[in-house]
């Protein structure tokens, strides 16, 4: 008899990075069991669909609902984006639905730098999530949080690190900082293997590619094929006085990503509280990481939208 495709339950299947994890938990023969909210557009859910994906219309307040869709799966997944009203609140609602369906395993939405050691009030969207990991660790399931560092993919214009125009790479601090990077479709490949893998420890640590400013502005170099150089702004402080400012004048406090938040994420990166150790790249025989420079050199050609995590 042909053993049966091992049910991954997916919140956050419509966004971006879960749009990618659905892909990849496929890929690997996985069954996706997509959690949507009532009344999202069919466009939506056609590459959803494509895919062979369940779609489960479901209400994260909807405690029956939620356990029901939960039911029979091997682990649940959450890429779940937003404030506090879903970091918080609504993945605790999926975690008691995974527990009420007596489901093994949960992965929560941490997708970021290692947060569990930043001080409070260092970087708001972080901070949520260490509440939710407070939660989660009371919870009777093993759980797994993927931890990936910055997605590369923000440094085709989207995050201020490579300014093209002046062929600079910014930094504050330490130019020999380490940071860690990680495209979105690696990550999702990673989280899909691990979704699938029933002896995963509590975090897993991946970086696509680890480089201080200096290999940035080499990499940079490379892809686009002039030269690159560092620009040093100020310390670490300085950044931190600008963040105040720019929380002052634009406060924009019911947005998921105001400027100030990526700044924020900027900040953790530059004063190396937020870098990944030890790596864990090497759990998954077929991950093939995708260098910084490859993302610029593709960027190069055409700049990558994409909404990302901080």
Request: aromatic share 6%; net charge negative.
């Amino acid at each position: 008899m042909e053993e049966k495709a091992p049910i991954i339950v997916l919140a956050g299947a419509t966004g971006d990075l879960g749009g990618r994890i659905a892909r990849e938990i496929t890929q690997l023969g996985g069954q996706v069991r997509a959690l949507v909210r009532p009344g999202t557009a069919e466009d939506r859910l056609w590459s959803l669909r494509e895919l062979g994906a369940e779609i489960r219309e479901v209400k994260l307040t909807d405690a029956a609902g939620l356990a029901d869709a939960c039911g029979g799966a091997a682990c649940v997944v959450s890429a779940l984006s937003g404030l506090a009203a879903t970091v918080i609140d609504g993945q605790t609602q999926l975690l008691e639905a995974a527990e009420a369906a007596g489901v093994p395993r949960f992965m929560p939405s941490d997708f970021s730098l290692d947060f569990t050691g930043l001080p409070r009030g260092t970087n708001r969207n972080l901070d949520m999530r260490n509440v939710f990991r407070a939660r989660a660790d009371a919870s009777s399931l093993r759980i797994t949080s993927v931890l990936n560092g910055m997605f590369a993919d923000l440094l085709n214009g989207l995050a201020p690190f490579v300014i093209d125009r002046i062929h600079r790479v910014l930094y504050y601090g330490d130019a020999s900082q380490p940071m860690d990077f990680t495209t979105m479709d690696d990550t999702a490949r990673f989280t899909a293997h691990a979704a699938l893998d029933p002896d995963t420890p509590r975090y897993l640590r991946i970086a696509g590619d680890v480089l201080d400013a200096h290999g940035l502005a080499e990499a940079a170099t490379r892809a686009r094929g002039e030269p690159y150089r560092t620009l040093r702004i100020g310390g670490v402080r300085l950044l931190s006085t600008l963040i105040d400012v720019t929380r002052l004048v634009a406060p924009q406090r019911d947005e998921v990503y105001p400027p100030w938040q990526g700044m924020q994420y900027m900040r953790n990166m530059f004063s190396g509280r937020g870098k990944l150790n030890p790596l864990d790249n090497d759990r998954y025989a077929d991950m093939e990481w995708t260098s910084v420079e490859s993302v610029l050199r593709a960027g190069a050609q055409q700049p990558a939208k994409v909404d990302g995590k901080s």
